[in-house]
């Protein structure tokens, strides 16, 4: 990770659940741009502070030996947004976790107010210093994991790829 999304971890339940926070300041760079007179975190930055702690929480399962990345995004909704000030909550529940990846279901929230609420996909990629995965590997795997599918079907010119 470049940047990292999160404070500091306030619950941790190894295999279970994690709860990560966020004090959003107004010293963030993104913050001046992300709307010029009505700074608000933008949603992808949430997104990814989400998967940071849900990847975190994958990752401890198998005491790190793989690398956790996000894969999917299958259902992300916004309620509300978070401005400078605001600390943000992250709550992810672990769903699944096998050999592959993993699923967690995920909230986000200042206080009461929910900010998002979603469900994010891992894979899982073997440690080394190549990449160990060929490409219909990974092609493989991501069909497997359904990425491409979306409510509307599989997303336009992912149905060409073999299996």
């Not at 994690?18 to 992808?44: C, Q, W, Y």
């Not at 509300?80 to 992250?90: E, F, I």
């Not at 991501?142 to 491409?148: P, R, S």
Request: aromatic content about 8%; overall charge negative; some cysteine.
């Amino acid at each position: 990770m470049r940047w990292f999304w999160i404070d500091r971890f306030v619950e941790f339940q190894s295999g279970s659940h994690a709860r990560a926070i966020k004090n959003v300041t107004l010293s963030e760079e993104h913050l001046h741009d992300h709307f010029p007179g009505f700074p608000v975190m933008p949603g992808s930055l949430i997104i990814e502070g989400l998967a940071q702690t849900g990847g975190i929480l994958l990752g401890e399962v198998s005491h790190f030996e793989n690398l956790v990345v996000l894969a999917k995004i299958p259902k992300m909704t916004f309620h509300s947004c978070v401005c400078p000030g605001d600390t943000l909550a992250y709550d992810v529940k672990l769903l699944n976790a096998n050999q592959d990846g993993g699923i967690v279901e995920c909230t986000a929230c200042v206080g009461d107010r929910l900010v998002a609420e979603g469900e994010i996909w891992f894979a899982r990629i073997p440690r080394g210093g190549t990449m160990t995965l060929s490409q219909e590997s990974l092609l493989s795997t991501m069909q497997l994991l359904h990425v491409w599918d979306s409510q509307n079907g599989v997303a336009g010119g992912a149905s060409a790829v073999k299996s």
